[in-house]
């Protein structure tokens, strides 16, 4: 998973929002907060910290949870970012 985050880092953040965001999947209890880690992380860009300390998480929770989001989601981002050549 850690291969997989930071090619996605690597991607243009405005590619990720017009492509592959509105595609995702998201645990429903939880979609917007997930919703928001995801684009805070990859479109905007925040470090674990900034997005645990804007939640009230540590950033170790925020990091499981995008671990969690790429797991439910490696083939559509890995699809993604192979027609992207990354």
């Known amino acids: 998973m850690k291969e997989l985050k930071n090619r996605l880092k690597k991607c243009q953040p405005y590619l990720i929002e017009k492509e592959l965001y509105p595609n995702l999947f998201f645990t429903e209890e939880k979609e917007e907060q ?15 910290v900034s997005i645990g300390i804007r939640l009230g998480y540590s950033n170790t929770n925020i990091h499981y949870l995008i671990k969690k989001i790429l797991e439910m989601n490696k083939d559509l981002i890995e699809d993604f970012l192979y027609s992207h050549n990354i």
């Open 34 to 48: 997930e919703k928001w880690i995801f684009k805070y992380a990859f479109i905007r860009r925040l470090s674990d």
